[in-house]
């Protein structure tokens, strides 16, 4: 890829997001009530993301074979629990990976 072509490509990309980000306020301005649809989908999209990324994180998962899902497990379970008392998604994000590095990396070779 040339330079021109770089540059043009970094050019569609800011445009197209910049379009993006403009056409909500568009479709739903300040002075209008937000559609109950767009409400629904606000409060259960978030648990929804949260559940496809757990499915896609454990796909590949072997119960069968060792370490049996073991580091997967206690990293969630870790998860869930520094959320449930402190309710900080940046702590409990960092917690989890970290802790499932050191599992994977040191413990369950």
């Known amino acids: 890829m040339t330079s021109g072509q770089a540059l043009i ?22 002075g209008k009530p937000t559609p109950p649809y767009i409400s629904y989908l606000g409060k259960v999209l978030p648990c929804a993301t949260i ?21 997967e497990l206690i990293a969630i379970v870790l998860v869930a629990i520094i959320q449930y008392f402190s309710r900080n998604t940046l702590i409990s994000i960092v917690a989890g990976t970290i802790s499932y590095m050191v599992l994977i990396q040191a413990i369950f070779i």
């Open 9 to 30: 490509t970094v050019f569609i990309i800011a445009a197209a997001t910049l379009a993006t980000r403009a056409f909500a306020f568009f479709l739903f301005p300040a």
């Open 51 to 71: 559940a496809l990324l757990i499915v896609y994180c454990l796909k590949h998962v072997k119960p069968l074979e060792s370490p049996h899902g073991l580091p």
